[in-house]
T-cell receptor, first 114, second 114 residues
Framework: DSGVTQTPKHLITATGQRVTLRCSPR?????VYWYQQSLDQGLQFLIQ???????AKGNILERFSAQQFPDLHSELNLSSLELGDSALYFC?????????????FGSGTRLTVV | AQTVTQSQPEMSVQEAETVTLSCTYD???????LFWYKQPPSRQMILVIR??????QNATENRFSVNFQKAAKSFSLKISDSQLGDAAMYFC???????????FGAGTRLTVKP
């Protein structure tokens, strides 16, 4: 157990729908990062939050949004889902913005859009 | 923009032997951090080793060590005494000292033969 909790572990939904992925960072970590990993590909950075504020944004689609709440958990909202959004979505956390000591990853949420 | 290249999509090694995974990166910055992550079939991302660019000494973690060549922008991972449990995807990652996102290479799939 890495200490980063992601729910749900698996999600199957239809095209056009909206889903919310949830992440609780490791205790004491203030930064949360979201990554997308498509089948057999590397990880693509989506967005980062630090202590409730957005700090960095990657190639995140306009249909996707995220936020970090006062208790530091984060949610990634995916809307108007398309088949190509099927992927493994990782949340990671670190104590500081930028993660000088590396990120701790959750076990991911596998999203399947049918 | 910084890019990370892993030129070996697949590698294999005999159990108890040594294998080296290659990684090169492109950056104009002097302050940055490099990482190797392991992703076993469980899909969990596990930090294997990290290297600060300002340190000349190569990082070592038990059977894992790196060969960091800053001028050549090369960061290879050596796994000694390979074990069956080392079989996984290995990702090289770069993080700027200024920016907040970690960028990953496409990965190398390592097979360990008994």
């Amino acid at each position: 157990d890495s200490g980063v909790t992601q729910t749900p572990k698996h999600l199957i939904t239809a095209t056009g729908q909206r889903v919310t992925l949830r992440c609780s960072p490791r205790s004491g970590d203030l930064s949360v990062y979201w990554y997308q990993q498509s089948l057999d590909q590397g990880l693509q950075f989506l967005i980062q939050y630090y202590n409730g504020e957005e700090r960095a944004k990657g190639n995140i689609l306009e249909r996707f949004s995220a936020q970090q709440f006062p208790d530091l958990h984060s949610e990634l909202n995916l809307s108007s889902l398309e088949l190509g959004d099927s992927a493994l979505y990782f949340c990671a956390s670190s104590p500081l913005p930028g993660g000088n000591y590396g990120y701790t990853f959750g076990s991911g949420t596998r999203l399947t859009v049918v | 923009a910084q890019t990370v290249t892993q030129s070996q999509p697949e590698m294999s090694v005999q159990e108890a032997e040594t294998v080296t995974l290659s990684c090169t990166y492109d950056t104009s910055e002097s302050d940055y951090y490099l990482f190797w992550y392991k992703q076993p079939p469980s899909r969990q991302m596990i930090l294997v080793i990290r290297q600060e660019a300002y340190k000349q000494q190569n990082a070592t973690e038990n059977r894992f060590s790196v060969n960091f060549q800053k001028a050549a922008k090369s960061f290879s991972l050596k796994i000694s005494d390979s074990q069956l449990g080392d079989a996984a995807m290995y990702f090289c990652a770069y993080r700027s000292g200024r920016k907040h996102d970690m960028r990953f290479g496409a990965g190398t799939r390592l097979t360990v033969k008994p």
